[in-house]
Each structure stands twice: as structure tokens, then as C-alpha cells.
């Protein structure tokens, strides 16, 4: 079964959403696939599967939204306010709202992480939803 693009195992307790190489999209300097909206699911965020090539630079943006990146595989630098940090498979960074940043790999090899925003609208959405369905089953 597929959703969107991704290969997805259905069981009762729990679904799962494969990466699937072939279906990263070239969007900001680099390859990702979004990994909400997600059927069947609700989030108080929004996330993306990012994979940079050797030599992408993702491209530079300040954004509303908090965000968390979760290195996964490889190595790469997170530009933040001009000042360059290292940023390895295993590492977590966080960027506080209205943060100029970007990301560069001057590696050899891809480097792969998950990116994961939010903001209260977010969070306001998933609150509503996840009252109506309660209050739907009363």
C-alpha cells in the first residue's frame, strides 16, 4: 500500500512510513519528501525526510515556526545567524523562531536528517481535531 508516495505497513496498532528514495522531490537546494499530512494521523507538527547531496547548500530561510533537525546519516554544517556548526548523524539542533539559517554538506557523502516544525496554529489545529474526535465518541 502507498500513501502519497511512501510505502506504508498498516497494522492495528501501529502504521509505518518507509523512505522511499525515489520519491525525494528536489525543493529548497536539496532532496526531501513531507512526512505530514499524513493519512490517519494527526500531529501538533509538520515534518520532512531531507536528504543533502555532496556540495547542496539548502537554501537560507528564517521562519515563525520552531524547528528541530535529527541528524540520521552522514555529516553536514548548520548555518545559523553567519556562524557555521558541525552537524553529525546523531545530533539534534534546535532553531528558535526568526533564526537565519541554512545547511551545507562539503562532504563526500549525503548527508540525511528529519526536519520538524511547529507553531501554536499547529498546535491549536491538532487540540480542536483531537477534541472533536473525543467528544465525537462520547
Not at 16 to 25: A, T
Not at 29 to 43: F, N, R, V
Not at 93 to 114: R, W
Amino acid at each position: 500500500m502507498t500513501d502519497e508516495g511512501h510505502a506504508v505497513v498498516d497494522t492495528a496498532a501501529v502504521d509505518f512510513r518507509r523512505l522511499e528514495h525515489e520519491n525525494l522531490v528536489r525543493a529548497y537546494g536539496l532532496d526531501m519528501k513531507l512526512l505530514y499530512p499524513w493519512d490517519g494521523l494527526t500531529a501538533p507538527f509538520r515534518g520532512a525526510w531531507c536528504v543533502l547531496r555532496p556540495g547542496d547548500q539548502s537554501a537560507q530561510h528564517a521562519h515563525h515556526e520552531h524547528e528541530i533537525f535529527i541528524g540520521m546519516a552522514g555529516n553536514a554544517e548548520v548555518v545559523a545567524e553567519g556562524k557555521a556548526h558541525e552537524f553529525a548523524a546523531g545530533d539534534l539542533v534546535f532553531l528558535k523562531p526568526g533564526i537565519e539559517h541554512y545547511l551545507v554538506n562539503n562532504h563526500d557523502k549525503d548527508f540525511s536528517y528529519y526536519a520538524i516544525w511547529w507553531d501554536r496554529a499547529m498546535s491549536d489545529e491538532f487540540v480542536a481535531h483531537e477534541t472533536g474526535r473525543a467528544e465525537s465518541h462520547d
